[in-house]
């Protein structure tokens, strides 16, 4: 049931995504902010190469304006919703030009042409006009503040509010449903207020259209999300939009940054991810079963398949290292460990690793025994873990270098070692780190390639939690050398092999 007759659209996310770790309202703020400079800056780009003169978006947002680059109120059509005092002239929507009075009808049939021309249907006229709409008082809505983006490459909404016991909830979406039913939500209430403006409104929601996000859009808005929680709160509020006060939500003082935010948020984003990759590699999937394609498209949805797979991998790590971070029981209750073939994971997963390093100009040298003992880990994450590490190593290696795949009996337990073959006749490349600055608790960012990975400790915590260890030295010589420690089975571990 809902609190009101419709929808908030924090009811409108909340029955769309799987429940999640609930975290302070302070936490949410900030989710909130951060959330909202990584989508100005996700426009900005995307809006970077069209002229201002033509519209190429429409924004609803509450309580106010949330955008004031110029790029971006020259580009975009703006509609806000407002819970100001209800009164018989708030029927009609009022520009925000001051040319327009809201005290004679003829003024306010000028505003409804406004909006129409503004509107830009056909996409030729400037978008820097702002339509404003009442809220009824009774209306749930108008204690939530949230945006609402439609353009040709994405939609995207975005959600703050507060429950009944006033703790305050942030929720975001790409996924062309739930923003669809977000309008639904909006738009039944423009038809209360506004019957004569829904039309104009929805043609103007249905010029872009409700198509899947393209993973680069996705990748992009993590890379900016992840740049916002590199700043420090200070550096941010000056291009930050603000937090606009409600009439039923009390304004907190701004929250001291959290040691933990940045892991929810990266949570809550990968959760987030995996959902139209998984779709896009599902349909790729159906077609490719098709036989009736010509050899080059069939080529192409396998590259398709191959990238969304390799970002979904990616995901699932980010999502399980944030897990560990947020959550002490994952860290024995959440990982099975059980007897498991290494020789069965290389095998599937050494072909991939050639392919990253020929991919980069470098060669792998694997150095196997003829036969491999059974070690103690977690089947569905070791190759995960494995082919994450390999990624990253392969990442901070100059072009021409080659790496050396060592597993060795240690024990009780298998011993993996990466170690890089650097190109001795360039003696500057030896032992030479890539620059790498650290985004938050868990990630690093290699200006150098624009790679976002996890960092050493937050990798190091998957590896104990699928039984392994990774240690991390440097060697003069070599550079930067990895080994992995996994334990043998315990009827397997004074068994030799060849």
């Known amino acids: 049931m809902y609190e009101w007759i419709l929808p908030s659209?924090?009811?409108?996310?909340?029955?769309?995504?799987?429940s999640m770790a609930g975290c302070s309202s302070a936490k949410a703020e900030q989710q909130w902010r951060i959330s909202l400079a990584a989508t100005e800056h996700l426009l900005l780009n995307n809006l970077a190469t069209a002229s201002p003169e033509i519209t190429q978006g429409l924004v609803l947002t509450a309580p106010a304006p949330l955008f004031s680059q110029p790029k971006l109120t020259q580009s975009l059509q703006t509609v806000t919703f407002t819970a100001k005092p209800f009164n018989p002239l708030a029927l009609m929507p009022f520009h925000v030009s001051s040319e327009i009075s809201a005290e004679s009808d003829e003024n306010e049939n000028e505003a409804i042409s406004a909006f129409r021309d503004a509107a830009l249907i056909t996409g030729h006229a400037h978008a820097d006009a702002e339509t404003i709409l009442p809220l009824l008082p009774a209306d749930p809505l108008g204690s939530e503040q949230f945006c609402l983006v439609f353009t040709e490459k994405f939609r995207l909404v975005l959600v703050l509010s507060a429950d009944r016991s006033g703790k305050k909830e942030f929720l975001f979406s790409f996924e062309p449903e739930v923003v669809q039913q977000a309008w639904r939500s909006l738009g039944a209430r423009v038809i209360l207020t506004n019957p004569e403006l829904f039309a104009e409104l929805d043609m103007l929601v249905e010029t872009y259209s409700p198509i899947e996000p393209s993973y680069h859009t996705i990748i992009q808005f993590s890379q900016l999300l992840l740049q916002e929680l590199a700043e420090p709160e200070t550096d941010k509020a000056a291009h930050t939009p603000p937090i606009y006060p409600h009439p039923h939500i009390p304004v907190s003082p701004s929250p001291k940054p959290s040691s933990r935010?940045?892991?929810?948020?990266?949570?809550?984003?990968?959760?987030?991810?995996?959902?139209?990759?998984?779709?896009?590699r599902t349909l790729t999937r159906l077609l490719l079963k098709r036989r009736d394609l010509p050899t080059t498209v069939t080529n192409r949805l396998e590259v398709i398949d191959h990238e969304c797979t390799e970002q979904i991998d990616r995901m699932e790590l980010l999502f399980k290292a944030a897990e560990l971070e947020t959550c002490?029981?994952?860290?024995?209750?959440?990982?099975?460990?059980?007897?498991m073939s290494l020789d069965q994971v290389l095998q599937q997963s050494i072909p991939r690793w050639q392919q990253a390093a020929h991919r980069r100009n470098l060669t792998l040298d694997v150095a196997l025994p003829q036969q491999l003992p059974t070690v103690v880990s977690n089947p569905a994450m070791l190759d995960r873990v494995l082919t994450g590490l390999m990624e990253n190593f392969t990442r901070s290696l100059p072009p021409g270098s080659s790496i050396q795949v060592q597993v060795i009996p240690a024990g009780d337990q298998l011993?993996?070692?990466?170690t890089p073959q650097l190109d001795c006749q360039d003696t500057t490349r030896i032992a030479t780190l890539?620059?790498?600055?650290?985004?938050?608790q868990l990630l690093m960012f290699q200006p150098e390639t624009g790679t976002i990975s996890l960092n050493i400790a937050a990798?190091?915590?998957?590896?104990?939690?699928?039984?392994?260890?990774?240690?991390?030295?440097?060697?003069?010589?070599?550079g930067e050398v990895l080994t992995i420690f996994l334990p043998l089975e315990v009827s397997k571990s004074k068994v030799g092999f060849k």
């Open 9 to 18: 659209l924090r009811e409108v996310l909340a029955q769309s995504q799987s």
């Open 261 to 280: 935010s940045d892991v929810e948020l990266l949570q809550a984003f990968a959760h987030e991810v995996r959902t139209p990759l998984t779709t896009i």
């Open 328 to 339: 002490t029981a994952a860290k024995s209750a959440n990982t099975q460990l059980t007897p």
């Open 415 to 418: 011993k993996l070692q990466l």
């Open 434 to 440: 890539p620059i790498r600055k650290s985004l938050g």
């Open 459 to 478: 990798t190091k915590h998957l590896f104990q939690a699928i039984g392994g260890k990774l240690i991390v030295r440097q060697s003069p010589h070599y």
